[in-house]
């Protein structure tokens, strides 16, 4: 059996190798402080090396999201098109808890590469047989793609998360706020993938209710 040859460049580094040390360099010290420079000197090269071969910082972090979408796995397209958007985004959640640093990413680029594109193919077919006619679908897949990731940065960023004390004294200084301190007591009680599932059930129900064959005939 033949094995297969990684792309070689200058100095015989292997550019899978270069990419997983980029996103090791960014786990590590954040994307605010990440350069070319930084990965050299973390792998003992020199950046002309890096940008022999990506060109440039940003030509890196698009390989990186591209790695990063190499993670996620299409689902099986006979799935109930409700199960394949549920389980591609419960994908991305776990991708961000275990790459909080580099997920962002995912937000910077249309595109990153050839599995973002298989992955925007899968979640555009989903949309397709939700009923979502060819000419919403650009704007459907979108804003429901971009749901799902800033859900997943909210998580990962904070957002998400009990009241700390600070949070609770500030409300409590604040008498409009009636119903917000009768929530209070419940917000311990919610985690963050309630958050998340509750996010997805009603993105579903969302698309459910605007392109059911049901919905259409109550449009017209």
Known sequence: MVKKKHPRGQRGLVEADLVAAA???????????????????????DAATLIYHFGSKEGLERAVTERLHSAITPPVRTRKW???????????????????????????????????????????????????????????SCATYAAVLGQCMGEIGGLIGLPNEAGVAEIAQHEELVLTKRLLPIFPKVDAKQVFDSALILQIAGLEAAYSPGAKSRKA
């Open 82 to 140: 409700q199960d394949r958007i549920t389980n591609m985004a419960r994908q991305y959640r776990d991708l961000a808890k275990r790459y909080p640093s580099a997920f962002p990413l995912l937000l910077r680029f249309w595109t990153s590469g050839p599995r973002d594109l298989i992955i925007a193919e899968h979640w555009n077919r989903a949309l397709a047989d939700a009923g979502v006619p060819d000419r919403d679908i650009p704007a459907v």
């Open 23 to 45: 996103l090791a360099e960014i786990e590590r010290g954040g994307l605010e402080t990440f350069s070319l420079r930084s990965l050299a000197r973390a792998i003992n090269c």
